[in-house]
């Protein structure tokens, strides 16, 4: 009610001053920003106001925007994965603390608190039969530069440069996607799920329509037109209006051409989880010399439905993306990935954007980092990855140190302060 008066006055406001000069939107614009909500915010049956501002509505499981895929149309929830997905791991956590590496004992005995809860669940729950969906406010609506983008990520490519310690002759790669990754990875078998610890911070992002993130990734495909399913966690403006550390899941069938998007921002994720919200705020909220955070993000494949689960924590299942989105990862990922990713179209340019990646310190030991890094291929069980390669695009930006002599378990350290002497 009340948003309908504020939208009449805006539109008064608009046709009185005519146009769009600076700091007003166009008719055309809020009319825009209507139709996409109107598709995109479903019926809430509760809705819980957070104390960080974010809206959450407790939406009907079945109504989810999932099922507005054309794919999806008689897709038949599967409200939890077949087996107990609780696989063992070859590494407990009490050995792991003997196997310190030279940068683990810098930082001591210094432990790590995984976070799963989220700060609108001071505020009330979701029913069962429900799941929470943060609410798509129209101010961030209005700041994307255009409607149909918004929740999408611009086109990228497979870059599978191994182990360049300059890469000068990478420039004109980099400057062409815009995309800058400092990342490790899994190849050589067939993957059937990946798992890994993941540090949070809250990194600087220097412009609105810039993003980092950092992600434990699947992937198939060609260079071009890969497949992607990702979880982790984000700074990213554009998508959530402010500069949180927020939990996301992200998809792709086609290189981030065509299809694919953050959360439920578009259909094809369809989630279960009535505790969880997709681009909700990580609580509690990491600050610089503060205690250590992580998240554990774990993407498997459920053997009997096809369907990729997400697991967030040791227990809590979110949702999966069900095969009838994909074309070959419905079968396996060639890869996994993981890593730290900055998206800034002056990735690659002079000046450099100051967008910083992890902590936006170099690779060290209280660097970003993601430890207990984990595959699945054929094997039952879930396994230490053999036959990782790492790169990073801009060693200078971003940079990576991959921590695996001597050590059991091994570590990835990854971060940069994009722009400075070494990156101009
Ligand atoms: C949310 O819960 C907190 C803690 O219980 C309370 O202080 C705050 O007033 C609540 N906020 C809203 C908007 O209900
Ligand atoms: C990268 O950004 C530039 C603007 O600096 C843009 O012209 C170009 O299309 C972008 N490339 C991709 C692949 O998005
Ligand atoms: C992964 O992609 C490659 C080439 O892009 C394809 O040949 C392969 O069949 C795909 N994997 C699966 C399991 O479909």
């Known amino acids: 009610m009340r948003s309908k008066v504020i939208f009449n006055l805006l539109m008064l406001l608009i046709t009185v001053s005519g146009t769009n000069t600076d700091g007003s939107f166009s008719k055309q614009k809020i009319l825009e920003v209507e139709r996409k909500l109107q598709h995109l915010r479903k019926h809430s049956l509760k809705t819980i106001q957070s104390e960080d501002g974010d809206i959450i509505d407790c939406v009907d499981i079945k109504k989810q925007p999932a099922f507005d895929h054309p794919a999806l149309k008689d897709h038949k929830i599967q409200m939890a994965p077949s087996y107990n997905s609780a696989k063992k791991d070859p590494i407990e956590r009490t050995t792991r603390s003997k196997t310190k590496s030279s940068m683990m004992k810098q930082k001591d005995e210094e432990s790590y608190m995984t976070v799963t809860s989220q700060i609108w669940q001071k505020n009330g729950s979701c029913p069962k039969g429900t799941i929470p969906i943060r609410r798509i406010r129209k101010r961030e609506l209005l700041k994307a530069c255009s409607i149909d983008e918004y929740g999408r990520k611009k086109p990228s490519f497979l870059n599978r440069q191994v182990n360049h310690r300059l890469n000068n002759n990478l420039d004109s790669f ?33 412009k609105d329509d810039e993003y980092s993130t950092a992600q434990v990734s699947l992937l198939n495909g ?203």
């Open 174 to 206: 980099v400057q062409q996607q815009n995309h800058s990754k400092a990342i490790v990875f899994a190849t050589g078998f067939r993957y059937l799920g990946g798992k890994g610890d993941i540090r949070v911070f809250s990194p600087s992002v220097e």
């Open 222 to 424: 060609s260079y071009n037109d890969y497949e992607c399913i990702e979880s982790g966690w984000a700074v990213n403006p554009s998508v959530y209006g402010d500069r949180k550390t927020r939990l996301f899941v992200y998809w792709t069938a086609d290189g981030s051409h065509e299809t694919g998007c953050f959360d439920l921002t578009c259909p094809g994720f369809i989630q279960t989880s009535n505790e969880i919200a997709l681009g909700a705020a990580i609580y509690p909220i990491p600050t610089p010399g503060g205690l250590p955070y992580q998240i554990t993000i774990y993407i498997y494949k459920d053997l009997i439905t096809n369907n990729w689960w997400v697991q967030y924590g040791e227990n809590t299942n979110i949702g999966y993306w069900p095969p009838e989105i994909f074309r070959a990862i419905c079968y396996n990922a060639e890869s996994v990935e993981w890593g730290g990713e900055v998206y800034s179209t002056t990735v690659g340019h002079t000046p450099h954007t100051k967008t910083q990646m992890g902590n936006g310190q170099f690779s060290r030991g209280n660097s970003a980092s993601i430890l207990r890094m984990r595959v699945h291929d054929n094997y039952p069980s879930l396994k230490i990855p053999e036959w990782v390669q790492y790169y990073s695009d801009e060693y200078n930006c971003y940079d990576f140190y991959y921590v695996s002599d001597y050590l059991e378990d091994p570590e990835f350290y990854y971060g940069g302060p994009g722009s400075n002497p070494m990156c101009p």
